[in-house]
């Protein structure tokens, strides 16, 4: 875990999200929360993960999400050395959609 983010006013969001109980209250929190680039860019990165899990190319994932090679790069320099939170994610959205 990266410790330059571990403080306590990031502990207090992450408690705040966790709270969260449904699509509709995060779309409420969150827009209160991020401006809307913010959360196109958090959603964007999300979704390069996604395609890149995916094995998609790289042309692929730029022309579909708009994002740059260097965004792309970014994503999966965190799938391949990161702290495997996308993963644990995708792991559970599967688990979640199969049972």
């Known amino acids: 875990m990266n410790k ?3 403080t306590s006013a990031v502990d207090h969001l992450f408690e705040a999200i966790l709270c969260l109980q449904s699509k509709e209250e995060c779309y409420l929190f ?11 860019s958090l959603s964007q990165r999300y979704e390069v993960a996604s395609m890149l ?36 994610i995708f792991e559970r959205l599967q688990n979640a959609t199969n049972g």
């Open 30 to 40: 969150f827009d209160d929360l991020c401006t809307v680039n913010e959360l196109l």
């Open 4 to 6: 330059k983010i571990q």
């Open 53 to 88: 899990r995916d094995r998609k190319t790289y042309l692929e994932i730029a022309e579909k999400t708009g994002a740059s090679t260097a965004t792309i790069s970014r994503v999966n320099r965190s799938l391949n050395y990161g702290n495997d939170g996308y993963d644990l």
